[in-house]
């Protein structure tokens, strides 16, 4: 909106000409997204409270987590408005890209939002069933595969791997459900990681982090050719949305670090995991979101992994599913589990960040 706004008027002002970039508005829409979150926060825990909007605690989990029952949630709200008004105020708005993540974040979001009010105000431990989730999440990934499938320029569809500057696969229609895959699997692992405070909220800023350079490099030219990485026209602009989540995020975690004054919810997990799938798939880094969001893979193959071998063979690999609640219950101190957590997840996106010369 500010892009339309002020930049038109740099014929005039000179200094309005800063709007052009992408990088200050990335800065731009970070400032916004941290300092709305902090501002907001204190309010948003306070209303929560006097609704009575309480997270419930699983009997079966970690005994010190039974003390977190009554601790505000739906959080996940917070951040998406953060991120909304921040990547409104600070993008261009006439790029498809913007509207494409913006349409899979807020679409995603109603899923989760649901979820949360069957479970805080319905009092239904179990919330929206696991086959409802999935299918609307795939209708959601759908539209977006459709999107790209009907892309003129082929490439679209082309599967590149990071390691590997020649070797690619041109999937065709295979691409759509392939992106309903990417996007639907992010959505689900980031939630499975939600459990502990902080505990996903760190790796998702790490990966928003990572995806706007990724971002930004896709849509420079020179410096995509420099690299031998696709040039994708207009994908530069997602790196003012990854800023807006990145920051919106950190002012979040202000308040969710442990211990933890308000939970995020599914109405925020679900959407955040989808959004970072989507701009995946847009900046043709598929592939790589499986090392950049390690944590969140990590995390959805335990519990993968915890329900074959007890179907197969009536024995648990871990103590808890998931992995972080086994080592809760190995006597880890949750502080030390999140921290080593987000730890790896750093390591994770600087593995990543080197592929860009190794290929």
Same mark, same amino acid.
């Given at each position: 909106m500010l892009y339309w706004l002020l930049y038109p008027l740099h014929k005039y002002f000179s200094f309005l000409n800063v709007f052009k970039y992408i990088t200050f508005r990335t800065f731009g829409a970070a400032i916004t997204g941290i300092v709305l979150s902090m501002l907001a926060g204190s309010w948003f825990i306070q209303m929560m409270r006097k609704k009575q909007m309480g997270q419930t605690i699983r009997e079966d989990g970690p005994q010190s987590h039974l003390s977190k029952k009554g601790t505000p949630t739906m959080g996940g709200g917070l951040v998406l408005f953060c991120i909304g008004v921040s990547t409104l105020l600070w993008a261009d708005l006439s790029n498809r890209f913007i509207w494409i993540v913006l349409f899979v974040t807020f679409s995603t979001a109603i899923i989760g939002w649901f979820d949360d009010y069957k479970k805080v105000v319905q009092k239904n431990p179990k919330g929206l069933s696991g086959k409802k989730k999935i299918f609307w999440q795939s209708l959601i990934a759908l539209c977006v595969g459709l999107a790209v499938y009907v892309d003129l320029d082929a490439s679209s569809t082309l599967l590149r791997f990071?390691?590997?500057?020649?070797?690619?696969?041109?999937?065709?229609?295979?691409?759509?459900?392939?992106?309903?895959?990417?996007?639907?699997?992010?959505? !689900?692992?980031? !939630?499975?990681?939600?459990?502990?405070?902080?505990?996903? =909220?760190?790796?998702?800023?790490?990966?928003?982090?990572?995806?706007?350079?990724?971002?930004?490099?896709?849509?420079?030219?020179? =410096?995509?050719?420099?690299?031998?990485?696709?040039?994708?026209?207009?994908?530069?602009?997602?790196?003012?949305?990854c800023g807006a989540i990145a920051a919106a995020g950190l002012g979040f975690l202000w308040y969710n670090a442990y211990p933890a004054q308000v939970f995020m919810g599914d109405i925020g997990s679900l959407p955040l995991g989808a959004a970072i799938g989507a701009v995946a798939i847009l900046t043709k880094n598929e592939i790589l979101l499986v090392l950049i969001g390690g944590i969140f893979v990590v995390e959805a193959l335990s519990v993968i992994a915890q329900v074959i071998s007890f179907k197969t063979t009536g024995k648990r690999v871990l103590k808890m599913a998931p992995l972080h609640h086994h080592f809760e219950l190995k006597g880890w101190a949750e502080p030390k589990v999140i921290v080593r957590f987000w730890i790896i997840s750093i390591l994770f996106a600087i593995m990543a960040l080197s592929t860009l010369k190794l290929r």
């Open positions: 990071p390691f590997f500057k020649e070797f690619s696969l041109q999937l065709g229609w295979v691409y759509i459900p392939f992106t309903m895959l990417v996007i639907v699997g992010a959505s !689900n692992a980031v !939630n499975l990681t939600d459990g502990l405070d902080g505990l996903a =909220i760190g790796p998702i800023i790490i990966t928003s982090v990572t995806y706007a350079l990724l971002a930004y490099l896709a849509g420079h030219s020179k =410096i995509a050719e420099y690299l031998q990485i696709p040039h994708i026209p207009g994908s530069g602009e997602l790196a003012v949305f």
